[in-house]
């Protein structure tokens, strides 16, 4: 781990070095408060300085249409719908000396607090078209992952692909982009979550790297094309690895398909490929990923997969922006004070069995409509049927097996 961080250390410091000529000699620089699309900011004059707060609260409800199952003690179980704050966040974000930006993210859901995005990067790379980025952040891998949750069409992220993707991690990242492609490639570790307490073992090095290709790209359409690689090795050379995921809600904090702990692990490497299209009103997109385990003591290795294909249809005159700069799709400006109002549906398929490990099967449709009544102000609606295989049984087996259910499910949303 100390070797991990002392390298980003010492990375860090070289960036600090080759920027400190364009940097301005401190002093008082006057700023201006303003509201953008509901956000306020300050900033200079010059747009060299500016400070904003990026604040959500994510408040969701559901229930379940379920008959239930018997457990190991012969105890009636069923999903327990309800209430749930799903985000509280609270980040500061800011720009320095015009090529220089920071942010600390945290989360107060569930009465815990958690850091999320933390770091800082340099934006002056290649022109002003690229950046060198520290800390801990989203890694470049995946295309639903790398939206900010509060872009999401749905209210969570699909099951077919959230147990592969790599999410946030301490480590650090250059990236390249022009309006038609971006590039990016990182070198991390672990999450910073996962620093705190002893560990038996030191960190391992990990790869990835994210590469975007928009062949139509105008003011009414785009085609984003896009693949993506990750070359891991257990987090602290435990030689253990887990893929699980939730049945997209989280008021019932159960997984259906999940792997437990796979041991004698020597690397595992994901490949994904993703699509997207936007025209107008409408809006399609896609994602496959392709898990393979290299086990150690003679064990066969293992392959595991999973993906989704949407489409979402405003009824009104509104659309989803492209941001190439991030290679995603951005926050909906409502053109009218009535907000606007879009229909969604999405199929999610996964499969966690190979060889020796049954960590389950899933296929799931979601059905949504989506209200952004301003910029700041959205509500969710999802219809979601499960259908679950035999061996989608959790953790420790203790869930019944070709267990199908639908739920019903809605969140509020406040991003300011």
Known sequence: MRKLIGKLALTAVAVALIALPLAATAGETPLQAAS????????????????????????????????????????????????????????????????????????????????????????????????????????????????????????????GTEPFVVGRRMGIEVARWDPDWRVAASVYGADVSDFAGEKDDDETVS???????????????????????????????????????????????????????????????????????????????????????????????????????YAGLFLTDDTHPYDYQNAEFGRVIPRSKKGAWELAARYSTLDLDDQDIEGGSSSIVTLGLNWYANPNIRVYLNYVMVNNDETAMGRRDDLPGDYDFNFLQARFLAAF
Do not use: C
Not at 98 to 108: C, I, K, L, N, P
Not at 112 to 137: I, P, S, W
């Open 207 to 309: 790869f990835a790297a994210r590469v975007n290709y928009t062949p139509i790209h105008t003011e009414e359409s785009v085609l984003l094309v896009g693949a993506a690689a990750t070359l891991r090795k257990t987090d602290w050379d435990a030689g253990e690895v887990r893929f699980d995921v939730r049945p997209e809600t989280y008021v019932a904090d159960t997984k259906f398909t999940d792997t437990d702990d796979i041991e004698d692990v020597d690397k595992y490497n994901v490949l994904g490929g993703e699509l997207a299209y936007v025209n107008k009103r409408f809006y399609a997109q896609g994602e496959y990923m392709t898990a393979g385990v290299t086990r150690l003591e003679g064990l066969e290795d293992l392959s595991f997969g999973g993906g989704y294909v």
């Open 36 to 159: 953008e699309d509901g956000v306020l900011v300050w900033k200079s004059t010059d747009n060299a300085f500016k400070w904003w707060i990026d604040a959500r609260v994510y408040a969701d409800v559901a229930t379940y249409m379920d008959d239930g199952w018997t457990d190991g003690d012969d105890e009636e179980q069923d999903l327990i719908g309800g209430t749930f704050m799903r985000r509280a966040r609270f980040a500061v974000k800011t720009i320095l000396w015009t090529d220089w930006y920071a942010e600390v993210d945290m989360d107060f859901a569930e009465e815990t607090t958690a850091l999320k995005d933390a770091y800082v990067a340099y934006r002056g790379l290649f022109g002003g078209r690229g950046h060198v980025r520290v800390g801990n952040f989203r890694q470049p891998f995946g295309l639903e992952e790398n939206f900010t949750s509060r872009n999401l069409l749905f209210m969570e992220r699909s099951t």
